[in-house]
């Protein structure tokens, strides 16, 4: 063995990598200071931070690599004005953020502007979001944009002043799952059935304080759209974050964007992007393989995202931990999940409300009417979504079908006040939660795919096909 150096635990994950890269030092008591390449804010949480930070003569190390959009409280009408607002006094909040942003001199793209959206659909759509950099938000949903090879976690209001302050973070590295997911999606199963597949089979507490990485031949097939679809719902079974290493597909996708690298950078970033992967025997505290044939199309029944079944299937029999949400739900076990009557149709959010989602959508509901009795709302993830769906006449189908059509938010997500759906509504929505009263007081909501949204609204119950 005389000249052979022999390794061992020197392969890396992805994750490893990026954390490795931005270690600034690592500290007493377990924590490690990271290097943030980038902070984006919201309206509803960000503004907390851009305030704190103003009232208190801060400055942002790095304002040019801070980002703050409107989007959570924003109204959704098409003809919204500035300070339209779907919170009683959100007015007053979203011009108190604004102030703040213009004051703090970062990158503010305001209500009107024409890159507003939802912080996880613009980030990449702007090409902010960047294979190799870090990247925090205010906001649970940050690990979306892990789908681009970033590493993206969502972090509390406090922590982003600091962030924005300080240019670092410090943060006890987590634990670090794969998830593989060999062989190929079967026709008509989206990454969104997937990830409730998943969430489903290892439960909400599932990945808890786990980055996790998602691999394997079903995710090098997918689009950029899809992953953000997949990585966006990481939280929802307790991640820290996802991640997924960038391949042609993400240099296409980042390439031309708005503020991606250019010339020389661009070629030196291509260059550093092929670097993150998986070295071959880096190990993870968990490592699960999942056959893709075996995902099938999937509805939640229940008031968390893991209380999911095929849409073929049946609402489980009762356990002491489903009582509760049976009632919620109003459902009895046994009953066929198409069988269930819905009053509501919501295609928009983080999760489903890009131009593919809107496309898949209108595929469907083209030439047919949704059913009488259902309120079928759709808002685009951002304006550049929504812009190019209207190019492509997505909105006419839409309307056509009677669909509600709305400017880019979060809009019917979460209930932030104002105007939802009636108390005791049933509705299939392309969200993420499911949690009691999370689309308003009293509305049910079953979690699905763009797909089983709109061909649900047409047959006005839950469905696979109008
Ligand atoms: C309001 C915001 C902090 C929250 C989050 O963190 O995710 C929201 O976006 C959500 O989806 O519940
Ligand atoms: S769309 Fe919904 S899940 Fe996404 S950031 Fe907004 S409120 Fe949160």
Same mark, same amino acid.
């Given at each position: 063995?005389?000249? *052979?150096?022999?390794?061992? #635990? ?24 990271? &290097? ?31 980002? *703050? ?7 959704? !009408? ?34 009107? $502007? ?86 489903? /089979?290892?439960?909400?507490?599932? =990945?808890?304080? *786990? ?26 079974? =307790? ?16 390439? #031309? ?33 999942? !056959? &893709?044939? $075996? ?10 995202? +893991? ?5 073929? #299937? ?23 999940? /198409? ?38 709302? *759709? ?11 209207? &190019? ?38 392309? /969200? ?33 096909? +109008?």
């Amino acid at each position: 063995m005389d000249g *052979c150096l022999i390794y061992y #635990g020197m392969e890396e994950t992805l994750f490893d990598k990026l954390w490795n890269q931005h270690l600034v030092q690592s500290l007493d008591g377990g924590e490690d200071l990271i &290097a943030i390449d980038r902070v984006f804010l919201h309206e509803r949480t960000g503004s907390v931070a851009l305030m704190s930070l103003v009232d208190s003569g801060r400055k942002a190390v790095r304002p040019e690599h801070v980002f *703050c959009t409107m989007d959570h409280i924003v109204s959704n !009408k098409s003809d919204r004005d500035k300070d339209d607002a779907r919170t009683p006094d959100g007015d007053v909040f979203i011009s108190a953020t604004r102030r703040a942003a213009k004051k703090a001199g970062v990158n503010l793209i305001d209500v009107l $502007d024409a890159n507003q959206g939802i912080v996880h659909v613009i980030s990449p759509e702007l090409g902010i979001a960047q294979p190799g950099l870090t990247l925090v938000c205010p906001d649970s949903h940050t690990c979306s944009q892990g789908a681009l090879g970033a590493l993206a976690w969502g972090i509390g209001s406090t922590d982003a002043e600091h962030a924005i302050a300080t240019g670092c973070l410090r943060i006890k590295k987590p634990r670090q799952m794969r998830i593989n997911v060999d062989g190929a999606l079967g026709s008509g199963v989206s990454a969104k059935d997937l990830v409730l597949h998943i969430i489903q /089979t290892l439960g909400v507490d599932g =990945a808890k304080r *786990c980055a996790v990485e998602f691999s394997g031949d079903a995710i090098s097939a997918m689009s950029i759209e899809e992953r953000l679809t997949l990585c966006n719902m990481a939280v929802e079974f =307790a991640a820290f974050t996802a991640i997924i290493a960038p391949d042609e597909t993400t240099i296409d996708y980042v390439k #031309g964007k708005k503020f991606a690298p250019s010339g020389q950078a661009w070629n030196d970033a291509k260059a550093y992007w092929a670097s993150l992967v998986t070295d071959n025997g880096a190990e993870f505290d968990f490592d699960y393989t999942i !056959k &893709a044939a $075996d995902v099938v199309p999937t509805v939640t029944w229940g008031t968390n995202p +893991s209380q999911a079944v095929a849409i073929t #299937g049946e609402v489980p029999s009762l356990d002491a931990s489903s009582e509760r949400a049976l009632e919620y739900m109003n459902l009895r076990p046994g009953t066929a999940i /198409t069988d269930l009557k819905i009053d509501g149709a919501f295609i928009g959010s983080c999760t489903n409300a890009r131009l593919s989602d809107l496309r898949i959508a209108a595929k469907i509901l083209e030439g047919q009417k949704v059913a009488s009795g259902v309120t079928a709302i *759709c808002v685009p993830g951002s304006m550049a979504v929504r812009r190019a769906a209207e &190019a492509e006449g997505l909105d006419k189908i839409f309307k056509a079908a009677g669909f509600e059509w709305g400017a880019a938010g979060c809009a019917f997500c979460f209930y932030a006040g104002g105007e939802t759906f009636s108390p005791g509504s049933r509705v299939i929505s392309s /969200t993420n939660r499911n949690f009691e009263g999370r689309q308003g007081p009293g509305v049910r909501t079953h979690l699905a795919s763009p797909a089983i949204v709109a061909a649900s609204a047409l047959a006005g119950r839950i469905s696979l096909t +109008s």
